[in-house]
């Protein structure tokens, strides 16, 4: 857990890691600048499925490290390259807000409002969700649709405390059909980072995934095959990272990102 070679792709996870809240991580944006300078890809990856990517980038960019839409990397959009590969022109049934949406169509799905016109039922985090509309997705689900999840967060941690996340609305979905999903994009899933690693043009040995949650960045990285990094500036600590099973710990242990380089 020592000194960090050279790679050609660094995944970076991002509030914990690269920012906190709305503060850089001291060095960050002179260590991605370094990566970037040696010729190595970068890419910014999110479960967070109500943001767009542009706004992600535009967050990064005023922080002093530029960064282009295609740079970042979000569950929706990992979703969408998924039906993209599995399916032609789908017909989608969500719950989610726009930023998943326009994934979707972008990727070539048809939107639809009814059980009885959906291929697929996307479960994602929507703030303004009805009864009706979880009823109608759960009529999908039953009547045979794939169940496809963005992320599995059951909550989402904000400066008061939680709120309800997709992964909430995954479980009562659960609940309801008896069903699992037949595919979910986000962390601690390998989709996200094989997304990443597609982008980059990147393979597993050559790709390390930084992050600061062990239950989702790490866990992801590990799934991917990809080399991994636990920052100490989030939400896990060095002893949390100690007391794993040899076989679940990352690669390396750094105090930040700053020690990448």
């Known amino acids: 857990m020592g000194t960090v070679p050279p790679y050609a792709g ?3 996870d991002l509030d914990g890691t690269v ?4 503060q850089l991580i001291p060095g960050a944006d002179e260590t991605i600048a370094t ?3 040696r010729g190595a890809r970068v890419m910014f990856v999110s479960n967070k499925p ?8 535009a967050k990064l960019s005023s922080l002093g490290i530029p960064t282009g839409v295609d740079d970042v ?14 399916h032609d022109a789908p017909a989608c049934i969500v719950v989610g807000e726009e930023p998943v949406l326009e994934e979707l169509r972008n990727a070539g799905c048809r939107i639809v409002t009814t059980a009885a016109e959906a291929d697929i039922a996307v479960i994602s985090w929507d ?5 009706d509309k979880l009823e109608e997705v759960f009529q999908a689900i039953r009547a045979g649709a794939r169940f496809y999840v963005t992320n599995p967060d059951v909550t989402c941690p904000v400066e008061s405390g939680e709120l309800s996340d997709a992964g909430a609305v995954v479980a ?4 309801a059909s008896r069903r699992r999903p037949d595919h979910i994009a986000g962390k601690p899933y390998p989709a996200l980072a094989q997304a990443a690693m597609a982008r980059m043009g990147t393979q597993p040995p050559g790709t390390i995934l ?3 949650r062990l239950q989702t960045d790490l866990k992801c990285g590990k799934a991917a095959g990809c080399a991994t990094a636990t920052v100490l500036t989030g939400v896990s600590s060095r002893e949390d990272v100690l007391a794993l099973p040899e076989a679940d710990k990352p690669d390396y242990i750094l105090e930040s990102v700053a020690e990448l380089v």
């Open 50 to 57: 109500i943001d767009t990517r542009a706004n992600y980038a």
């Open 19 to 22: 920012y906190l809240g709305k």
């Open 172 to 175: 009562y979905m659960e609940a």
């Open 127 to 131: 703030r303004q969700t009805t009864y």
């Open 73 to 86: 990397l979000t569950s929706p959009l990992a979703l969408a390259d998924y039906i993209r590969e599995h």
């Open 35 to 37: 990566l970037r300078g």
């Open 210 to 212: 930084i992050g600061d």
């Open 10 to 12: 660094y995944i970076f």
